[in-house]
């Protein structure tokens, strides 16, 4: 280096690194001082010495848990780097810090999956997740049957995950600030699965299923996430998404479910709950009556699309009657890379809206989930007009109310339909149908089909086959919870040749060639 000799390199060198931490301390407050951001810190730095003293000391308070809660579980033993497998990668971490709309600080030490080998870190990696129809039939069960709801947070879930592989991790920033035995030379290898770790939600709910089945509950064929066990002290439902688990049932059973699980897992339990994956849920006093609304979700729209949207007129329709998607258009003025990465994210926000509240806004949706990659303004134009409209009716929800029906049987019915070749460039029908379990929807879907049909009435059959299916699945589902259902189940379905086709087996010139897999209805 010009004008330095090596000697002094090394030494500038060396003075900073034994006084490494007095550094970032001094990068981060500069760089909190000439930025003035008042977000989550993006690193352990950051967090440690954060500008703001009352919540430097909450995230250092996180950041001392998250570490503590690691080491408690046994997440990882101390070996020499000289230890690890010759050819063995190491992998790394990092600190995800988050506040919460209920103003709870967060801090997560995760490693570095992508860094993983597969076939040597790890080998399978899927891990199911309660089903969002499996969610609206317990709970109206729930208002049915007069049962109780608990929410069970199992705090640091991944951390009891068992590691079937051999895995070795760098030591983490601010490691040696709670453990002090560490030495320079000091790698960790993973004993328990991690945050980050690709099979770690995998492992997770191994480890939860076992726990659950050897405290006497029973997994549900059709949605594995759902176990329920009936014993003297009555029914008792749990429902597995990741670390949420939504336990219905009465008292006495969920008390004695609770208690059981806390002997093996550290929880927090909410006992009413109130909120469920990212979803607000009310019920009456008198809990005949249900609501499922999504407040925080319209609150992100509004604060990326509300100043974009508010000079544009409110509408009566979630979308312009008979918009349908084109790609490939003449002279197409397509959207800069910014304004594409906030439509896939209006759009990722609606299709949420969608899964667990909004079936009106079905269609519009995946029209503009057409265009993740190349949308035009015409595009962007639709897509906040739909997002004016949900922005309008922001106080809409489901509502759960339950009716009665005549005899002791629970009833189930559906509705089908389908429009022929409504897509304009690949010449395929759109199937809609929503099922109805007393009185209450709780399954619907607005989807293209897969292959081109070559009448209304091939259309029509295709759609009501993908309603059964559906049908099936819901119709397993309460057979394990031993609800009984009155049969047969109705399909409406608006076209008498389909109708025909359902309930006769032909084979004529115009239905010979149609799939053996929508026959089975």
């Known amino acids: 280096m010009p004008g330095r000799t090596r000697q002094q390199t090394r030494d500038a060198i060396q003075l900073v690194e034994e006084n490494f931490e007095n550094f970032y301390k001094d990068c981060a407050l500069m760089s909190a001082i000439v930025t003035g951001r008042n977000d989550e810190p993006k690193t352990f730095q950051e967090a440690w010495y954060y500008k703001d003293q009352e919540k430097r000391q909450k995230w250092r308070t996180v950041i001392w848990k998250e570490l503590r809660d690691m080491i408690k579980h046994g997440v990882w033993v101390n070996v020499k780097r000289s230890s690890v497998p010759e050819g063995r990668k190491l992998i790394g971490s990092k600190w995800v810090f988050k506040e919460k709309h209920d103003r709870r600080f967060r801090a997560r030490l995760v490693c570095l999956g992508y860094s993983q080998i597969p076939g040597v870190d790890f080998s399978d990696n899927y891990a199911p997740v309660g089903n969002d129809i499996t969610f609206r039939v317990i709970m109206i069960l729930r208002l049915m049957f007069g049962f109780n709801t608990v929410l069970l947070d199992v705090e640091t879930a991944f951390l009891y995950g068992k590691l079937e592989e051999e895995i070795y991790m760098e030591i983490p920033s601010g490691y040696k600030k709670v453990y002090q035995g560490a030495e320079s030379d000091t790698v960790l290898k993973l004993q328990m699965a991690m945050y980050g770790l690709v099979q770690v939600a995998r492992q997770w709910f191994k480890r939860l299923s076992d726990v659950l089945i050897t405290l006497g509950f029973t997994p549900c064929e059709s949605d594995p996430c759902l176990m329920y066990r009936i014993n003297e002290k009555g029914l008792c439902i749990i429902l597995m998404v990741v670390d949420n688990n939504l336990i219905v049932g009465s008292n006495t059973a969920i008390e ?183 009185s209450v929807p709780v399954c619907w879907r607005s989807r293209g089909q897969k292959s081109v049909t070559l009448s209304t009435t091939e259309a029509e059959y295709v759609a009501c086959s993908e309603v059964v299916k559906e049908l099936l699945f819901i119709l397993q589902l309460l057979k394990h919870l031993r609800v009984e259902v009155q049969l047969p189940v109705c399909v409406h379905v608006d076209n008498i040749g389909a109708i025909f086709l359902a309930e006769n087996q032909n084979s004529s010139d115009r239905t010979k060639h149609v799939d053996t897999r929508y026959h089975f209805v």
């Open 256 to 438: 004695q479910a609770t208690e059981e699980i806390k002997k093996v897992f550290n929880v927090a339990i909410s006992p009413e709950a109130s909120e469920y994956l990212g979803c607000e849920i009310k019920v009456t006093k008198n809990h005949t009556c249900g609501w499922i609304g999504q407040p925080y979700l319209y609150k992100n729209l509004d604060r990326k699309f509300g100043d974009i949207v508010k000079t544009q007129r409110t509408t009566e329709t979630p979308s312009t009657p008979g918009f349908h998607v084109a790609r490939n258009i003449p002279n197409a003025v397509y959207i800069t890379d910014k304004e594409q990465k906030l439509y896939r994210s209006g759009v990722g926000m609606l299709l949420y809206l969608v899964k667990h509240s909004r079936p009106d806004l079905s269609n519009g949706t995946r029209e503009l989930s057409k265009l993740m990659d190349k949308a035009t303004e015409g595009h962007m134009k639709e897509l906040c007009r739909v997002i004016k409209y949900a922005l309008d009716t922001r106080t809409i929800g489901l509502k759960l109310k339950p009716e009665d029906s005549d005899n002791k049987l629970w009833e189930l019915k559906a509705y089908s339909d389908a429009d022929f070749a409504g897509d304009k460039e690949r010449r395929i029908s759109v199937t809609g149908y929503v099922v109805y379990f007393m």
